[in-house]
């Protein structure tokens, strides 16, 4: 399972949430494992069913107008109930004031204690999606990651097939690149997959021949692309290579591939001597568009055929 410390995640975000570590920060060695944030208002009251070991708790202005209307021995039981699970961190928003014996059973417990001057919705809002993206599923896949028509397209094929050529072409018809070599996909939702391109290879693609390449230096800002989905799979092979039941010509059955678990469709184009690659690229991406839209060819096809035959075997 994907993890980050809380000390990891501070790091990253510390200043996108304006966030203060003010106490506990011999635990930021601690694991968060989910993406959930929660408020834990019930537990302050003693429902510790609602408190879930290494989450984020955030406390707004109802947990913090609780808390200060609480004589000295019950807020010391309720800042108890809250901290007698291991939490992963805890964030007071609305720049509310820490109370004193907060900051104590932090430091007690190593519980790491932020506060943010941020409002408790927007405040975990942003934090669930940063911790998604931090404990997604990841796996790594070799091929050239683009966005073609706005489509976030895998290509995949063997050593010296010809991708990084095929993406250079793509890239000066106005689409761009994401990832070239080695691309990682994070599972940041049930049905969909990011693609994202290591820090060390963004911007670059090697082609053969001419070496590494900037793309973003070569052809401006607009031709690279930090992140994407993946929406389909594009696999070249070559044409001598394929064995006849591997083509379907019609391509009545859709082929796919799973990664990470989730279902994409996937195409395979033959590699042979003088077919444009980019221009069959290009129109497998629109056709993946029709049929995302209901339009199939074939089936419109298949359904032509079946009526002119149904009308000429009419007497």
Same mark, same amino acid.
């Given at each position: 399972?994907?993890? /980050?410390?809380?000390?990891?995640? =501070?790091?990253?975000?510390?200043?996108?949430?304006?966030?203060?570590?003010?106490?506990?920060?011999?635990?930021?060695?601690?694991?968060?494992?989910?993406?959930?944030?929660?408020?834990?208002? #019930?537990?302050?009251?003693?429902? #510790?069913?609602? !408190?879930?070991?290494?989450?984020?708790?955030?406390?707004?202005?109802?947990?913090?107008?609780?808390?200060?209307?609480?004589?000295?021995?019950?807020?010391?039981?309720?800042?108890?109930?809250?901290?007698?699970?291991?939490?992963?961190?805890?964030?007071?928003?609305?720049?509310?004031?820490?109370?004193?014996?907060?900051?104590?059973?932090?430091?007690?417990?190593?519980?790491?204690?932020?506060?943010?001057?941020?409002?408790?919705?927007?405040?975990?809002?942003?934090?669930?999606?940063?911790?998604?993206?931090?404990?997604?599923?990841?796996?790594?896949?070799?091929? +050239?990651?683009?966005?073609?028509?706005?489509?976030?397209?895998?290509?995949?094929?063997?050593?010296?097939?010809?991708?990084?050529? #095929?993406?250079?072409?793509? !890239?000066? @018809?106005?689409?761009?690149?994401?990832?070239? &070599?080695?691309? &990682?996909?994070?599972? +940041?939702?049930?049905?969909?997959?990011?693609?994202?391109?290591?820090? *060390?290879?963004?911007?670059? *693609?090697?082609?053969?021949?001419?070496?590494?390449?900037?793309? @973003?230096? #070569? =052809?401006?800002?607009?031709?690279?692309?930090?992140?994407?989905?993946?929406?389909?799979?594009?696999?070249?092979?070559?044409?001598?290579?394929?064995?006849?039941?591997?083509?379907?010509?019609?391509?009545?059955?859709?082929?796919?591939?799973?990664?990470?678990?989730?279902?994409?469709?996937?195409? /395979?184009?033959?590699?042979?001597?003088?077919?444009?690659?980019?221009?069959?690229?290009?129109?497998?991406?629109?056709?993946?568009?029709? *049929?995302?839209?209901?339009?199939?060819?074939?089936?419109?096809?298949?359904? @032509?055929?079946?009526? !002119?035959?149904?009308?000429?075997?009419?007497?």
């Amino acid at each position: 399972m994907a993890h /980050i410390s809380v000390a990891d995640l =501070y790091k990253h975000i510390r200043s996108k949430l304006k966030l203060k570590w003010v106490a506990g920060e011999a635990g930021g060695h601690k694991l968060l494992t989910s993406g959930t944030v929660t408020k834990p208002s #019930l537990a302050l009251v003693g429902h #510790l069913n609602f !408190i879930h070991p290494n989450r984020v708790q955030v406390l707004g202005c109802a947990e913090m107008d609780y808390l200060a209307g609480l004589d000295a021995q019950a807020l010391q039981q309720a800042i108890r109930n809250l901290s007698s699970t291991d939490l992963a961190m805890l964030v007071v928003a609305n720049g509310e004031q820490v109370p004193a014996l907060m900051h104590e059973a932090a430091e007690e417990r190593q519980t790491p204690l932020f506060t943010s001057p941020i409002i408790s919705p927007q405040l975990m809002e942003l934090l669930s999606h940063y911790l998604a993206e931090a404990t997604a599923e990841t796996t790594s896949l070799h091929g +050239v990651f683009m966005e073609v028509q706005g489509f976030g397209v895998l290509i995949t094929g063997s050593a010296a097939i010809g991708k990084s050529e #095929l993406a250079l072409e793509l !890239i000066s @018809r106005g689409h761009r690149l994401v990832a070239d &070599d080695i691309v &990682d996909f994070y599972r +940041v939702s049930p049905e969909r997959i990011e693609g994202r391109c290591p820090e *060390l290879l963004q911007d670059f *693609l090697e082609v053969r021949g001419l070496g590494i390449l900037n793309i @973003r230096a #070569l =052809y401006g800002d607009n031709a690279v692309k930090p992140t994407k989905p993946l929406d389909m799979m594009i696999q070249l092979e070559l044409a001598n290579a394929l064995k006849p039941e591997d083509l379907d010509r019609l391509s009545a059955k859709r082929q796919t591939q799973h990664v990470l678990d989730v279902e994409i469709s996937k195409v /395979i184009i033959p590699i042979a001597a003088g077919r444009n690659i980019a221009v069959l690229v290009e129109a497998a991406v629109r056709n993946h568009m029709l *049929l995302l839209r209901g339009v199939n060819a074939t089936k419109q096809l298949t359904q @032509r055929q079946k009526k !002119i035959m149904q009308r000429e075997s009419k007497p």
